[in-house]
């Protein structure tokens, strides 16, 4: 008798052990502070704003692989979120006649050696790849054939020019970048549509003056990257932006940073504004 009672206390013991450690096993995977990321094989946290910046910051590049290039969060809810609202459907584009230069992953597709966003590629494609390609201007219905992109990568291109409502039709959109290229300013009309957009890389541009207003009580924006180009304190509007997080607005001419100029922002968390550039 006693040793049966002993027994299923040492039992009850080990389970409630076993259950400790996992569920410690579970809150810990997501050690990093919020506005930092872990990188594989590491116990470095890495600021967010090392995610996919063309630089490979983490020991086994993890920040950089396109397969992650996705996360803009370092938590574990990003993963966590619906796959098919996130990606779309992937199976419904016909990839066995992609135009020339262009290649499809299922409905994703990259191009190259394009000087515009070309117009026979798949309707149902969920993101468009045109790093690298020598686009110039983005023209208003240069996108609109294509109303299912999710992520659209547009870096490294000489685009110097958005038209108002280039992205009217891109209701899905949330990862949008634009990095290096020489895009002077950003203004109303600009952003119109990107009813879902989470993260805008605008860094390496021209940008004088930034007016963000389209984005206006946006529940989704989550980052937006305006490092290095030539704002000034009196050039940046940025309205009503509840969910922006983090913002980075490094090698700029900022003359001074004010709290005014964030006072929609009340969700931010990690703001970058060091190097003032002269
Ligand atoms: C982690 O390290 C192992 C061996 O050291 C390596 O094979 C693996 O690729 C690394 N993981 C990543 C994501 O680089
Ligand atoms: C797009 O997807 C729909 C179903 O979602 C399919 O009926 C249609 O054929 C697809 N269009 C193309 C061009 O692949
Ligand atoms: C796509 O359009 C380009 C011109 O815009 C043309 O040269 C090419 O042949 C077209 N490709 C297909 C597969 O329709
Ligand atoms: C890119 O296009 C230009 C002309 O449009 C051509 O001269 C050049 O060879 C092409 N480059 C590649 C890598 O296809
Ligand atoms: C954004 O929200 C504020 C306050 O809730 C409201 O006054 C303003 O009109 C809204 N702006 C837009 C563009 O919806």
Not at 103 to 127: F, G, I, K, R
Request: with cysteine; aromatic share 10%.
């Amino acid at each position: 008798m006693r040793y049966k009672h002993i027994g299923l206390v040492g039992a009850s013991l080990i389970i409630t052990l076993c259950l400790l450690s996992g569920l410690m096993y579970y809150f810990n995977q997501d050690k990093c502070p919020v506005g930092t990321f872990l990188c594989y094989n590491s116990t470095i946290c890495m600021p967010q704003r090392s995610w996919c910046n063309g630089v490979s910051d983490c020991p086994y590049s993890d920040d950089e692989s396109t397969e992650n290039c996705f996360d803009m969060h370092g938590t574990w809810d990003w993963f966590t979120k619906d796959r098919q609202y996130f990606w779309g459907n992937l199976e419904d584009c016909d990839t066995r006649d992609a135009p020339v230069r262009c290649t499809y992953d299922m409905c994703h597709v990259s191009c190259t050696n394009y000087t515009e966003v070309p117009q026979n590629l798949s309707t149902n494609v969920t993101a468009i790849f045109l790093t690298e390609n020598s686009l110039t201007h983005l023209t208003r219905n240069v996108l609109s054939r294509y109303r299912e992109i999710r992520l659209l990568y547009l870096d490294n291109n000489d685009i110097v020019e958005i038209e108002k409502w280039a992205f009217l039709h891109q209701n899905e959109l949330f990862w949008l970048v634009l990095t290096t290229n020489r895009i002077n300013e950003i203004q109303t009309g600009h952003l119109t549509g990107l009813n879902k957009l989470e993260t805008l890389r605008l860094d390496q541009n021209n940008i004088v003056m930034a007016d963000f207003s389209d984005l206006e009580n946006s529940t989704t924006v989550y980052l937006i990257d305006l490092s290095k180009n030539m704002l000034t304190t009196s050039s940046l509007k940025l309205p009503q932006l509840p969910t922006l997080t983090e913002i980075i607005l490094d090698e700029n001419r900022f003359e001074s940073i004010t709290e005014d100029l964030f006072a929609g922002c009340s969700a931010l968390k990690s703001l970058y504004v060091s190097r003032l550039r002269k």
